[in-house]
């Protein structure tokens, strides 16, 4: 016998059993992005090598180590997205809706990343992004974190997530800032691990977000990206935190926090939650102003987040939140159907009723079985309710409604008058 086919490494199912999970948060995400007045974009999973590399960066770990490239069959270099910031602008430079105007803009979908897998960290995974075009802020970057916290308020994690926040200056600041740093790791240098002995050169700033324990104190002592920052940066800087004090949403302001990306400029945040081990970041986002510049565009002030779905997925099972109750995928009915004349009928009663009812959720059984065990199946789908229609059914024009889920005893209704049934309205 061949062997069976596994997914590939760092790439999961998601299962129906999970799926509730995955419709309930896609479904708040949905509802939070219109509520503020944002509109769906999609653009596709594969985009030219280079857009990647000139907006995410050319000494970043996602361009330098995990990205899925490959050439297609003209040889041209493909890249399956690590993330939607960068298609996102692209498609906007590409259809002129950046000119003269606002946006503001979510997407949701798969990324690609070939990163170790390990708790939290996926090779594909999910993220729902938000990107707004036009708003120099502070207003705007208020306005992220208060969608993510209202967020995290409606689906209970409000107490088990923080936010931090940093501002990573001009890009003028952070260059005065490089040298200092780069000045004092090196009179350190014996004290970098490899991974920071090769960033010293191409990123140091990135250094500054090491996991590493032993990196711990250096980093501690490390110069202040805030001491460098000029009036302006600082100033947006306080208004923001201003307007976070006013809402009543605690944060705790991050030093460290630098994002991986190239892109990011000013204000940077980072929802983190500690019940998830390594791998605690949740949301995650800042203000990117040059890089619509970067790739083509003319300059326009612009800010985002991404949201990791496999993140929040897992807080709210670990947490045990009732998400896993999708009403959407209840069914309301199951149609027992007993003996071939009666599966014939049956076909023609359900798509009648479904004419009548387009929201019924009626589950046909096919495949046959007693009455026993069709009666099983009902039970196991999680119906409601039980239709059944045998010998009896048809000749008195009616239908039996076992009732699944409550002590009440069974019915028998009219096949005309069952759209009126309260169970399938
Ligand atoms: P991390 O520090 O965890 O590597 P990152 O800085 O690479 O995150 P971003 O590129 O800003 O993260 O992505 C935004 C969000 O997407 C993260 O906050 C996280 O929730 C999620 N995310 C990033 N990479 C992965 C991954 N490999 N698997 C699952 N979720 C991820
Ligand atoms: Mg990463």
Known sequence: MSQNIQAVRGMSDILPSQSPYWHYLENHLIQLAHGYGYREIRFPIVEQTT??????????????????????????????????TAGCVRACIQHGLLHNQQQRLWYLGPMFRHERPQKGRFRQFHQFGIEAFGMPGPDIDAEMLFMTARLWQRLGLKDHVILQINSLGTSEERAVYRTTLVDYFKTHQNALDEDAARRLATNPLRILDSKNPDMRSLIANAPLLSDALGAASAEHFESIKHMLDRAGIHYQVNHRLVRGLDYYSGMVFEWVTELLGAQGAVCSGGRYDKLTEMLGGRPVPAVGFALGMERVVALLETLLLPAG???????????????????????????????ESPKLRLQLNCGGGNLKSQLKRADKSGAKVAFILGENELSSQTITIKFLRDAREQINVSMDQITNFEGIK
């Open 51 to 84: 857009l990647f590399k000139r907006s995410i960066g050319e000494v970043t770990d996602i361009v330098e180590k995990e990205m899925y490239t490959f050439d297609d069959r003209n040889g041209d270099s493909l890249t399956l997205r690590p993330e939607g």
């Open 325 to 355: 109750k999708d009403d959407d995928a209840i069914l309301d009915v199951y149609f027992v159907l007993i003996g071939e004349e009666c599966e014939q009928k049956g076909k023609e009663l359900a798509e009648k009723w479904r004419d």
